[in-house]
């Protein structure tokens, strides 16, 4: 077993054994070789430095990667971030539907998302929304190739989601494909983030004492579960100007994971204590990097939090919990940095 940090009530985090290695052998460290050809940087300031040395490349753009061979220029990233962002305004606007989030999560917060913000769309965009697409790249284009080849198409003016109005436009089979795997970079990842942060702080915090803010909570249940545990920056000749232990050749790999638990930027660092935000700015905190660095912000971040904040404040007013039962949960070796299967009760 792999123990690392406890949360209320003496549970336990699981972290994968890779994670887990390098928070036993690596907190603390500013830079260390990973592999031959991977340097790990975790100091704040060395962080810094790497991420303001040159924009990210395609291939690192977290979301906007190319997509099937096919580059995503900046001026389509940002019309689709735009469309996702106006359909998350929209479902923060309406009343808020009932519905029963005991179960377990973060399934229960992705399912509630999905169809509080996409529920208008077809089935064949909806279900890129299932989590069991994560499993393989190659189920979900599976997915997607099938739906791009249905017969019929979404019409211009359809009373859908703005994002699932930019798939209006796909006149061919290819800009079909184009188009829904686009829908599945931008909208996925907002419920799963969204629901994989709660199903966080559920498990580090919960209950809740009623005078904590959400934004506390959150801000807190990120640091110890940054949701990009780690960000890769492939070689490039600004990296040694940096430091000499890093070369021309040498990819560098990030590592939130252990510098938002750096026992020389936090006190407590394994310990969930949301009361620290009161007096801590997180745009201005080194060695804090849940949306990324101050040049390249994750466009998602003003998606993210008011909706976490909205299922916060449904899960606080029902009284919900984790199950007293359960006492520990895993965290998965994934890109997206998060406790799965916690089992949410009414106290």
Known sequence: MYVSGTGRSSRTTVFAPRMQALLHDHRGDDVFRLEADTVAVAGPERTDAILAARPAADVERPTFKPLQGRSIPRTEASTVMRAIGRDVRA?????????DLTGEWPHVGHVYLRDLILGADPYRLRVLMDRALELTLLLTWTVIAAGAALPGRLRPGAPVSAIAGLTAEARTYRDRRHAMGLYRRAAAPVCFTVSTLVAGALWLGSPFDDDTP????LYETMRLLPPSWSILRRSSPEYPAVDPRITATDDVLLLPLLTHRDPAIWADPDEFR????????????????????????CWGRHMVMPMAGLLLDLLRADGLAVDPGQSTARVRLAGLLGVSEVRVTRR
Do not use: C, M
Request: a negative charge; zero cysteines.
């Open 274 to 297: 949301p009361e620290r935000w009161a007096r801590l700015d997180p745009d201005e905190q080194p060695g804090y990097l849940p949306f990324g660095h101050v040049s390249e912000r």
């Open 91 to 99: 479902a923060l606007a309406k009343p808020t539907p009932t519905a």
């Open 214 to 217: 959400n934004e506390h909570i």
